[in-house]
């Protein structure tokens, strides 16, 4: 068991997208929020600064992402701490296409790849591995940097995931099989040295 401080975050993913982006692989590209989910980003935004108002706001560089991040930080008075390494994962060849011409390009792509999250990434994306080594340096670097401040970090379904994946000890297949709603919010404790606690997940 750690000795380091836990920092209280808040891990939430951003809100529902435009329907031409619902069910491809957008990964890392910017895509624009539906009317309702920009409109609900707003909604949460203050709920969060009302109910238990974060000491610290991070988020990934999207748009989707800083809908929620903004607003929160412009309600607090704060800044909102922008880490680049909490951005989508690189879908590559696959970016904005749905699951039928995935299939259709790269037959079998999408079955490797839920065995194989490395050796079936899509060409030109990232491997998992990747991923996770970027996502993680990047939540250290919140933890760090938070110093045991409560924290409202605002990304992305893989992202979050992963964050996940390391403090539940899953493998790449088991992480996968998890999912976050939009606007879901997953309660953590995070430490410095990379361990932590989950303490609640998104009905």
Do not use: N
């Not at 975050?9 to 539906?34: C, K, M, N, Q």
């Not at 904005?96 to 030109?124: M, Q, V």
């Not at 996770?132 to 933890?143: F, Y």
């Not at 992963?162 to 709603?181: N, T």
């Amino acid at each position: 068991m750690s000795d380091s401080p836990a920092t209280p975050v808040r891990l939430v993913r951003h809100g529902e997208v435009e329907a031409a982006h619902r069910g491809t692989f957008y990964g890392g590209a910017e895509v624009p929020l539906s009317r309702e989910g920009l409109a609900a980003s707003t909604l949460l935004a203050r709920r969060l600064a009302a109910d238990v108002p974060p000491e610290w706001v991070a988020s990934s560089p999207l748009s989707r992402a800083l809908a929620v991040a903004e607003p929160l930080a412009a309600a607090l008075g704060t800044a909102v701490h922008i880490d680049e390494g909490f951005r989508e994962l690189d879908r590559g060849d696959w970016t904005h296409l749905h699951r039928d011409a995935i299939e259709a390009e790269f037959p079998g792509a999408i079955a490797r790849y839920l065995a194989d999250p490395d050796g079936g990434a899509a060409p030109g994306g990232e491997t998992e591995s990747e991923f996770c080594a970027r996502v993680w340096a990047a939540t250290d670097r919140l933890v760090a940097g938070a110093a045991g401040r409560d924290v409202v970090m605002v990304s992305h379904g893989h992202v979050i995931r992963v964050i996940l994946r390391r403090l539940q000890g899953l493998s790449a297949v088991e992480s996968l099989k998890q999912f976050v709603p939009y606007h879901g919010v997953v309660h953590t404790s995070l430490t410095a040295d990379g361990r932590g606690r989950l303490l609640t997940l998104p009905p």
